[in-house]
């Protein structure tokens, strides 16, 4: 059975309410995140798991930042990129308390309502996220970045599970992009290639090497 970190049964997946965002809704939401950006003015984007290997836009520079508040966990469910609604992966969002490193990515000014679109589609097909400008700390100075928290309050946010148990959804589902299990490897390779050391996703990562039977349907 599922249980989370306050021991509360949680749902079956698939008796989870799903739906995708309307092309207007992503749109509300990309517009009112610029309400207050100047035209023409640089902007900076966090990127804490598959942005950091896949980030799909050009950038003028990149930096290794921390962002306080928030950490990186397997807490959203995936029926799209990396699961179906039937049988869904964990895909990584920002979850309340600690902090995270990433990576900082400066989009140069005039291309930032093109680029903000596609990072809408890619990152806001659900509504899941929060998009919010969040100080985060570099080497060279803090900068004020876009960044995607995770909503609590939306039905594919899923709280800590215990590891055996995030190994096994993890091993089962694929989606658009392919198996879960790439996802989460590729984004813990590309954190170590990044001199990123995240020890729980380094556990994870040692687990999914193993040999692990995966979850029961039921």
């Known amino acids: 059975m599922c249980v989370n970190a306050a021991t509360t049964p949680c749902p079956r997946p698939s ?22 950006w100047r035209e023409g003015e640089d902007v900076w984007v966090f990127g804490y798991g598959s942005l950091i290997w896949r980030p799909e836009f050009d950038f003028l520079e990149r930096r290794k930042a921390m962002l306080r508040g928030h950490h990186r966990a397997l807490c959203l469910w995936s029926r799209v990129n990396r699961g179906t609604p039937e049988t ?11 902090s995270c490193q990433g990576m900082v990515y400066r989009l140069h000014g005039q291309a930032v309502r093109e680029r903000f679109t596609a990072l809408w589609q890619r990152e806001m097909s659900t509504g899941s996220y929060l998009p919010r400008w969040l100080r985060c ?12 928290v995770m909503n609590r309050a939306s039905p594919a946010y899923i709280a800590a599970l215990p590891d055996a148990e995030v190994v096994a ?3 089962r589902a694929s989606g658009k992009y392919g198996p879960c299990t790439d996802y989460v490897m590729q984004t813990a390779h590309a954190l170590r290639e990044a001199g990123i050391h995240d020890l729980r996703l380094q556990r994870l990562a040692r687990l999914l090497e193993a040999e692990t039977e995966p979850l029961p349907e039921s």
């Open 15 to 36: 008796d989870i309410p799903f739906r995708l965002w309307t092309p207007d809704e992503r749109q509300a939401s990309l517009d009112e995140a610029l309400r207050d």
């Open 88 to 98: 869904p992966g964990l895909a990584f969002g920002l979850d309340r308390g600690g």
């Open 137 to 148: 700390a570099t080497d060279d100075g803090p900068v004020r970045a876009l960044v995607f």
């Open 169 to 171: 959804i993890v091993r």
